[in-house]
């Protein structure tokens, strides 16, 4: 359904030095109604990917396809029919939602965006439709946003992002700034919503249970890359990464970043880290196959 080939995106400061490459030559795909979660350490590139898929900022370098269109390179007002389908949960409810506005305006936002969907009373019913399916009481719509709890807010920012029946919601760790409790109900509430829409999930987080539990596939990604890709990542890792997140021992956090002047020009992306590291790793791998995913190293074997 969407599909990011060799997506790159590099940030360049004013001074024009110490060039950020945040993305790095990513293949994506997501299928229709399926869920992907794609984890990796704080800073790794995910929400910059799921900022590229949006098109809320171009790549530097790739393409991107929704539906078997090309959506690189369209004008904006070529990518308004798109945009309606493709919608996103994010990770800071409140910072997304005007406090000016009562709730109701804020989930009723996408009707005045796109008015040749609903209008008029047809806007009112579809209001009271969205707030059942989200749980929320119809007085906390007419609230505002500094006077509903962080799961509630949450709820009314899944409820604007469906209102226009997406066919692809992203998750930006929707679930990071709530209690466990809360997490559960939000996480069940976004499958439920999953399958009566139909839609597909591109759920980002660094919490391996919460994707354990949501995903039917994962990939995971380190410093701009998927290193891995595919079904039952977590219970039989490849890639040396991937088995070192997964370890009961890993303590959440990599070692320090060696200076940038000791890198490898060239080398595999997680060279400086690996204790597997040969003189094959010197040079960059290709991602491939292997049995039931892809894997981005020199040393497994393929099937």
Not at 33 to 40: I, K, S
Not at 250 to 272: D, M, R
Request: net charge positive; proline share 7%; charged share 25%.
């Amino acid at each position: 359904m969407i599909e990011g080939r060799g997506l790159t995106k590099i940030f360049t400061p004013v001074s024009g030095k110490n060039r950020i490459v945040a993305v790095d030559n990513v293949n994506i795909r997501i299928k229709a109604g399926e869920t992907l979660t794609l984890v990796g350490e704080s800073g790794c590139g995910k929400s910059t990917l799921s900022r590229l898929l949006l098109l809320l900022i171009p790549p530097t370098r790739g393409e991107i396809f929704f539906e078997g269109q090309r959506l690189t390179g369209l004008k904006e007002k070529d990518l308004r029919p798109i945009r309606k389908k493709i919608q996103i949960v994010p990770q800071q409810p409140e910072s997304s939602l005007n406090p000016r506005w009562k709730i109701a305006d804020s989930i009723c936002e996408p009707f005045r965006i796109h008015p040749e969907t609903l209008s008029g009373r047809q806007i009112e019913e579809e209001l009271k439709r969205l707030l059942k399916l989200v749980g929320l009481e119809p007085e906390q719509a007419t609230r505002y946003p500094h006077q509903l709890s962080g799961g509630e807010l949450q709820r009314a920012v899944i409820a604007r992002a469906i209102a226009l029946k997406p066919a692809l919601l992203i998750c930006d760790e929707p679930t990071s700034m709530l209690d466990v409790s809360t997490q559960a109900s939000i996480v069940h509430l976004l499958k439920t919503l999953q399958q009566n829409l139909g839609c597909a999930l591109l759920f980002i987080t660094h919490d391996q249970g919460l994707a354990r539990v949501i995903g039917d596939r994962t990939a995971v990604m380190f410093a701009g890359q998927i290193v891995e890709e595919g079904y039952g990542v977590f219970d039989r890792p490849y890639h040396p990464f991937t088995r070192k997140i997964t370890s009961p021992y890993y303590s959440g956090s990599l070692s320090a970043l060696e200076p940038q002047g000791t890198k490898v020009p060239g080398s595999c992306v997680y060279y400086q880290f690996c204790p597997e590291r040969t003189e094959k790793c010197l040079h960059r791998p290709e991602i491939r196959e292997y049995k039931d995913r892809r894997v981005c190293c020199h040393n497994v074997s393929p099937s």
